[in-house]
């Protein structure tokens, strides 16, 4: 998986990507965004935003900030806003692995749908750690390899087509908490078959939090 890769496969999904995948992944977007506990007044960051499927599901009086590196996913979101006319809504194209915030600058930060997708993915954890607040946990809602040996093994079978796919079929949980060092508060089966996971961090890394302690 490389940026381009990324781009090139959401440029082909992005028109039908909602009649794909709105449905079967709503649970997850709308169980993540309620276990923020959002307050008014709150910012919140969603990396990944994609065609903003999760958008209307935030509370009123919030202010949401959606980024996403395809130009294509992007267009549709705003799109979305418009009709909706949602004020407090500001969606801008970015790598999630390379933000333009500053430190501290969100309550909340989630990212759905994005990890197996993206090149580094413990860049994207670690500019997630960065710009949420000292209050805030971090929300993370993906598939990782199942634990089922028969699907797992298809998994790992047509993980070589990933770069096609757009995605990584064969993303395991315990070698991404491992590599970015993520301290998991809780674990979530969501979606169908709970096929999915919905993760609820400390912004803090795992090795701090056991110093700390």
Wanted: with cysteine; charged share 25%.
């Amino acid at each position: 998986m490389d940026t381009q890769g990324v781009r090139d496969a959401y440029r082909r999904y992005a028109r039908h990507y909602d009649l794909c995948f709105g449905a079967i992944f709503h649970p997850g977007r709308k169980l993540a965004i309620e276990q923020m506990g959002i307050r008014p007044g709150d910012r919140v960051l969603e990396g990944g935003v994609g065609t903003g499927l999760s958008i209307p599901e935030y509370p009123a009086g919030v202010q949401v900030t959606g980024i996403d590196v395809s130009t294509d996913m992007i267009r549709i979101a705003q799109q979305r806003v418009e009709r909706l006319e949602l004020p407090n809504v500001s969606l801008m194209e970015m790598d999630a692995e390379n933000m333009d915030f500053t430190d501290d600058q969100f309550d909340h930060v989630v990212a759905m749908y994005v990890l197996s997708v993206a090149p580094y993915p413990s860049r994207v954890v670690d500019e997630m750690r960065r710009v949420c607040s000292a209050r805030g946990d971090l929300f993370i809602v993906n598939h990782f390899r199942h634990r089922n040996p028969v699907v797992s093994g298809f998994e790992k079978m047509i993980a070589p087509l990933s770069k096609l796919v757009g995605f990584r079929p064969d993303f395991a949980l315990e070698e991404f908490v491992d590599q970015t060092d993520l301290d998991v508060i809780e674990s979530k089966p969501v979606n169908l078959f709970g096929y999915w996971t919905l993760l609820r961090a400390s912004r803090e890394p795992r090795s701090a939090t056991a110093a700390a302690a």
